[in-house]
């Protein structure tokens, strides 16, 4: 898991140092970007690793703070996202206060 | 066998190209499906990408247009010469491994069309919404398929008496190794249909790389979750496959669902998605279209189901109070899907609220309203669109 952890690391701070391009309708995985919000960076990094981001904002409509918690397990416990408790709350704060447009 | 992924990264590409955790062999960037008309996206990596209706016009879905569905991020790139099948398990007596030329030559080629439809087509059009791969009506394609026989390969293996499962992986990989990789299995009496290919060829052409290539499992009737692609492994076994593919993942709530049973994999609660629903998609005109009035406008689709053959296409076109029979199509084989026609009235100015419900010769129908599950699949609900006559 350590080398995963270098993985992620380097997503993680590349994420951090892109300057956000938020492009309609591209096929470029570089230009899509999450919104701004506390926990945002780290949300990014760690998913972006398996998947990209478009998941999100394309599952908002089905989503409230139940089912993002329910997806951010499922990623800890059937795909093996190794995140620690602390930065699975970031991560479920962070896409309830943004992405949950569940109505 | 040298097997290259391809792991899409856009621009933070460049940062990776060793990829620290060392699962693909080679890293390329790439911005859009190779060898793929425009698409509609759905997710870019793993990429989901549907079909626009307009491209489901032709009875046979160009490979071009044809959807693109993976659950994992790493594609392989398989070199046909190089590629190889293993035939084994615990219930088969002689393994095999065959390479392409193998699967060409040493059993009888069977060419069939089919229709290979995503469990998840139409999730994005649930009420109330469900999360997943927010699919519209176009993780659907009919298609000619060209491959061995399943069960010519397995017989010549020699099948144990206690076989209850035949078990398929694929090539493609999880970024992670602790993600389940993709694997599914059949009950051996599918698996050992006459009409289960291990497909190399899609409408006479090999293989697209999006779509299994060099050699995909064909399941006609059952849905896309079965059909692996980029097959390399094939296991015939005496006890139930524990994938996340097949116990977690791919479940309907029992007994909510028509189709067949797959008694190993069924629990008291839940049983996995198997056959096709009868169904329908209306291809022209568009939803919301204009049309002059007392225009000669024809309604055009098609109408599939998991084998019996469409019985009827019914059109209403005031709110699905009164149905006429549409025309159908030339029958090309019962896992195909039927195109239909009808002509509409544009006499009088005013909305339409067209309909189309197909009905299979098993009796059952579309339904009108939407039997909702948790994970959005088998949407199969009457297709409606409104036309504004002026």
Redesign the interface.
Known sequence: MRVFTGAGLLLYLALSAAAPLAVAGTDDEGAMALKDGPGKELTSGMCMVCHSLDYIPSNAPAMDKAGWKKTVQKMRERYGAPLTDAQADTILEYLSAAYAGKT | MSTRREL??????G??AT????AADEVQIS??LSGKSALI??????PNYETPLADLAPLYTANESFFVRYHL?LVPVLEPGEWRLSIAGSSLKTPLTLSLRDLKSRYEPVTLAAVNQCSGNRRGLFM???????WESGAVGNALWKGARLRDVLKQGGLGADALEVWFSGADR???????VFQKSLPLERALDENVLIAYEMNHAPLPRWNGAPARLIVPGWMGTYWMKHLTEVRVEPKPLES?WMK?AYRLPAGAFPGAHFASQETPETAPVTELLVNSLISSPATGSRITRGKNVQLAGKAWDAGAGIQAVEVSIDGQKSWKPATLGKDVGRYAWREFSAPLDTSSAGTLEVAVRARSRDGSQQPRALTFNPSGYHNNIVQTLRLEVT
Do not use: I, N
């Open positions: 899409m990264l856009g621009a933070l590409g940062l990776l990829p620290a955790w060392g911005a859009a996206r759905r997710s870019y990596r793993p991020a109330p919404r469900v999360p997943g791969v927010q999880p970024v992670l190794p602790a993600t389940p996340f977690s």
